[in-house]
T-cell receptor
């Protein structure tokens, strides 16, 4: 079974620039998550999609972050404009609807460095 | 590969010894807990889970213990191997809500 695919693997941008990350979940997984993992910390949920609808975006900084999941499959996460504190690994995960934690599959993440 | 964290608490153990990684969780209403393993440059990988109606669960070489009285979770790894070197996170969940991850512990296995 193919895993969760994310790209790019690494990205370095200057502050105030914009950046986008892409995620392709496991086929058939209805639920998709974006997490932010700052160095030395555990992942923090940014947004959860169920098919192409948003379930939870309570921790998404909506003034600069946006995400979409067209057709309920692939998803993109965008930051505009980026700040230094956005430097982190952005992880995408997917699961079957209603899955417990053992059913979550994480991608390898995109490491963003804002300089 | 990339480091998950440079300033995490670190546990160093000799190869073959048993490891115990601890986690204090925050929400007394949490009813489901997971341990994840994160290797350098990779996403978290499920290890073992436990529900709040249990206090112990065993897997292959791993055991999770839950003490709800003091909101404490531990992961025991038997006969630790070099491949166990990683950062370990506990995560807690309350019904209807999403997982909240702890800060993580780096396990370093010494030859």
């Amino acid at each position: 079974e193919a895993g969760v695919a994310q790209s790019p693997r690494y990205k370095i941008i200057e502050k105030r620039q914009s950046v986008a990350f892409w995620c392709n979940p496991i086929s058939g997984h209805a639920t998709l998550y974006w997490y932010q993992q700052i160095l030395g910390q555990g992942p923090k949920l940014l947004i959860q999609f169920q098919n192409n609808g948003v379930v939870d975006d309570s921790q998404l900084p909506k003034d600069r972050f946006s995400a979409e999941r067209l057709k309920g499959v692939d998803s993109t996460l965008k930051i505009q404009p980026a700040k230094l504190e956005d430097s982190a690994v952005y992880l995408c995960a997917s699961s079957f609807e209603g899955a417990t934690g053992r059913g979550y599959t994480f991608g390898s993440g995109t490491r963003l460095t804002v300089v | 590969g990339e480091s998950v964290g440079l300033h995490l608490p670190t546990l160093s153990v000799q190869e073959g010894d048993n490891s115990i990684i601890n986690c204090a969780y925050s929400n007394s209403a949490s009813d489901y807990f997971i341990w994840y393993k994160q290797e350098s440059g990779k996403g978290p990988q499920f290890i073992i889970d436990i529900r709040s109606n249990m206090d112990k669960r065993q897997g292959q070489r791993v055991t999770v213990l839950l003490n709800k009285t003091v909101k404490h979770l531990s992961l025991q790894i038997a006969a630790t191997q070099p491949g166990d070197s990683a950062v370990y996170f506990c995560a807690e969940k309350n019904y209807g809500q999403n997982f909240v991850f702890g800060p993580g512990t780096r396990l370093s296995v010494l030859p």
